[in-house]
């Protein structure tokens, strides 16, 4: 049986793609973006083939490629999402002061400062053990913020479960990571790749035992994850304001 909090490290660290194809969709879903927060699935015919493609993909190369990762040692890995997890701070910062949540801003300036100095850019997280923890906002948060509302929901291959305002969400929140200025002209791309790769590998490689579980105890996988998805981005955008440990187990939604 599985909680939304079991699925959120999945879903919250899931890879970003680049923003040409980013605005693809944004331009092929423009008049949905506006509309007001429908969590209908209109689209489900092309999402439920699009959520087999996943699949294959995943089976074919991210699933192996996340279990050869997971062989390296622990501290390994835990310095790899550490370092991650600090370059995602700043888009943090960006879209916290953009949502006008001033302390919460500082709090997240304090720990990347500490992390990238003390903690030598992130791959050590001295910040927890000072008490300053860890809060995540993305543009799409922000867009629902300011009262866009989500449109339909939209399952692509790589980038999963989503919306068009979440889409649109990523490709802010790929402007606002230092990331995407690292480097120069000639290696720019590659550095950019390089993170993207890492990123999704370590993601995978953390939610290995609960997506085959999952997938393994789901009468309807597809309508699962798309439960989870929403309920997880539900409880993201009012800051936890809805309970995720009152919402029913997943196995109430096995019929959805």
């Not at 439920?48 to 294959?56: D, E, K, L, P, W």
Request: net charge negative.
């Amino acid at each position: 049986m599985y909680t939304l909090r079991k699925f959120r490290f999945f879903i919250g660290n899931s890879m970003n793609s680049k923003i040409p194809y980013l605005l693809a969709v944004l331009i092929l879903f423009n008049g949905c973006a506006s509309s007001n927060s429908d969590q209908s699935d209109p689209f489900e015919s092309f999402n439920r083939s699009m959520f087999a493609v996943n699949q294959g993909l995943d089976k074919a190369i991210l699933k192996p490629t996340a279990q050869v990762y997971g062989v390296l040692p622990q501290p390994v890995k835990t310095g790899v999402g550490n370092v991650l997890s600090n370059l995602s701070l700043p888009v943090t910062f960006i879209n916290q002061t953009l949502q006008g949540n001033i302390d919460s801003a500082g709090n997240t300036l304090v720990r990347f400062s500490v992390n990238s100095t003390i903690g030598l850019i992130g791959i050590f997280d001295v910040a927890t053990g000072l008490g300053v923890k860890q809060e995540k906002e993305d543009f799409g948060q922000t867009l629902a913020v300011y009262g866009v509302g989500s449109g339909p929901y939209i399952f692509l291959p790589i980038l999963g479960p989503g919306n068009p305002r979440d889409l649109i969400g990523r490709a802010g929140d790929t402007v606002m990571n230092p990331v995407y200025w690292a480097g120069n002209n000639d290696n720019e791309d590659d550095i950019r790749l390089g993170v993207t790769i890492i990123s999704g590998i370590h993601a995978r490689e953390g939610a290995l035992e609960l997506l085959e579980e999952l997938e393994n105890t789901s009468v309807d996988y597809y309508a699962t994850v798309r439960s989870l998805y929403m309920q997880n981005r539900e409880s993201e955008i009012t800051n936890g304001a809805t309970d995720i440990d009152a919402l029913p187990e997943i196995d109430d939604f096995e019929d959805f």
